[in-house]
T-cell receptor
Framework: RKEVEQDPGPFNVPEGATVAFNCTYS??????FFWYRQDCRKEPKLLMS???SGNEDGRFTAQLNRASQYISLLIRDSKLSDSATYLC??????????????FGQGTILTVHP | DVKVTQSSRYLVKRTGEKVFLECVQD?????MFWYRQDPGLGLRLIYF???????EKGDIPEGYSVSREKKERFSLILESASTNQTSMYLC????????????FGSGTRLTVV
């Protein structure tokens, strides 16, 4: 079983749509969670951290459900510029992890006019 | 702003050559990582280092070695390049603190012919 599992998509949505990505993680000791965004042929960049209480950054909302080991990202009012691959990330907590993170394979989003 | 710099953006090498990929970070991060990214396989960890002269194997270390003589520099070495090592190589760094994400370099696209 993959440590961090995401639906690879692709998700094709029109501008203005709301889209949600889900992710599950297998390490129950994980403490830190993130969403990264990766544009085509570029490096991943941190989009937002995910906190237990859920957090919002403009049109983006991240939620964490520790009981179900489930992370989500909601994008409202999608823009063409949101087209990218979204990577779900969890830390390798437990033992001497040295801050190592585990990345999901990514979910591809295409926003069309 | 944290900067992670990879020495080459594109590289073409011949089979059997020894290849050095260099990565330098300027934020005094303890942790440094080397990943490769291939279509359909996501990010795969090759090696990481949590301190000077310290290194740990990741998920796919075969055919690679690393060197960390100074805190800011982490080198990936392909001892004898092979065509199956054609890939995008990404370096990342972070503090060894829970809740701290990675910063990635812009990547080196290596082609082995």
């Amino acid at each position: 079983r993959k440590e961090v599992e995401q639906d690879p998509g692709p998700f094709n949505v029109p501008e203005g749509a709301t889209v949600a990505f889900n992710c599950t993680y297998s390490n129950s000791a994980s403490q830190s969670f993130f969403w990264y965004r990766q544009d085509c042929r570029k490096e991943p960049k941190l989009l937002m951290s995910v906190y237990s209480s859920g957090n919002e950054d403009g049109r983006f909302t991240a939620q964490l459900n520790r009981a179900s080991q489930y992370i989500s990202l909601l994008i409202r009012d999608s823009k063409l510029s949101d087209s990218a691959t979204y990577l779900c990330v969890a830390d390798n907590a437990g033992g001497t992890s040295y801050g190592k993170l585990t990345f999901g394979q990514g979910t591809i989003l295409t926003v069309h006019p | 702003d944290v900067k992670v710099t990879q020495s080459s953006r594109y590289l073409v090498k011949r089979t059997g050559e020894k290849v050095f990929l260099e990565c330098v970070q300027d934020m005094d991060h303890e942790n440094m990582f080397w990943y490769r990214q291939d279509p359909g396989l996501g990010l795969r960890l090759i090696y990481f280092s949590y301190d000077v002269k310290m290194k740990e194997k990741g998920d796919i270390p075969e055919g690679y070695s690393v060197s960390r003589e100074k805190k800011e520099r982490f080198s990936l070495i392909l001892e004898s390049a092979s065509t199956n090592q054609t890939s995008m190589y990404l370096c990342a760094s972070s503090f060894s603190i829970q809740g701290y994400g990675y910063t990635f370099g812009s990547g080196t696209r290596l082609t082995v012919v």
